[in-house]
């Protein structure tokens, strides 16, 4: 299995809502990444996760809450919302941080916040 | 700090004529590069590594540290090529790719 797996593949949410994206990946990957991207933009490092412990927070609002439960799984916990969160967010994996290897997309979660 | 450039956000072509998207860096150390390429409705995904030195879909890349560039080449583009092109820089120590903003090629028939 050389994929990485996101759900939902859309959502839409009020800005009320509590809602989560979910990441998962079984080649054993001991990085994962959040990215955030907006429509004609390139993606944008959010947070990382290296041997499931949080090493990169790049300065996002809290209404982002990241976790890592185990070496394979990636979640990414959405409440309060803004409109100007609507994006597009990867999940993205490699071998290891620190370690040279290319990044994994998911094909993402393309999120509406209403 | 670590900085992608791709100086060029749409390249137009049409099919058959030679291709070469621009990307310049910045980074004191020795840095690893890609390229990644996005088709329309599908996901990102790596099309080289510089490391690697191969040709992939007709197209390669070489990295020229005198210049600080990784441009992208192809002889003759065909029209499945069109897409968006992210250059990527991953610098030691933690390798986590910073992406430039992105080209857009267009091939037409």
């Known amino acids: 299995d050389t994929e990485v797996t996101q759900t939902p593949k859309h959502l839409v949410m009020g800005m009320t809502n509590k809602k989560s994206l979910k990441c998962e990946q079984h080649?054993?990957?001991?990085?994962m990444y959040w990215y955030k991207q907006k429509a004609k933009k390139p993606p944008e490092l959010m947070f990382v996760?290296?041997?499931?412990?949080?090493?990169i927070n790049e300065s996002v609002p809290s209404r982002f809450s990241p976790e890592c439960p185990n070496s394979s799984l990636l979640n990414l916990h959405l409440h309060a919302l803004q409109p100007e969160d609507s994006a597009l967010y990867l999940c993205?994996?490699?071998?290891?941080?620190?370690?040279?290897?290319?990044?994994?997309f998911g094909q993402g979660t393309r999120l509406t916040v209403v | 700090a670590q900085r992608v450039t791709q100086p060029e956000k749409l390249l137009s072509v049409f099919k058959g004529a030679p291709v070469e998207l621009k990307c310049n860096y910045s980074?004191?150390?020795?840095?690893?590069l890609f390229w990644y390429v996005q088709y329309s409705r599908q996901r990102l995904q790596l099309l080289l590594r510089?490391?690697s030195r191969e040709s992939i879909k007709g197209f390669t890349a070489d990295l020229n540290k005198g210049e600080t560039s990784f441009h992208l080449k192809k002889p003759f583009a065909q029209e499945e090529d069109s897409a968006m092109y992210y250059c990527?820089?991953?610098?030691?120590?933690?390798?986590?790719?910073?992406f430039g903003r992105g080209t857009s090629l267009i091939v037409h028939p």
């Open positions: 996760y290296s041997y499931e412990k949080l090493s």
């Open positions: 980074y004191s150390g020795s840095p690893e």
């Open positions: 990527a820089l991953a610098s030691g120590g933690s390798y986590i790719p910073t």
């Open positions: 080649m054993g990957h001991r990085a």
């Open positions: 993205a994996s490699s071998v290891g941080a620190g370690r040279r290897s290319e990044a994994f």
């Open positions: 510089h490391i």
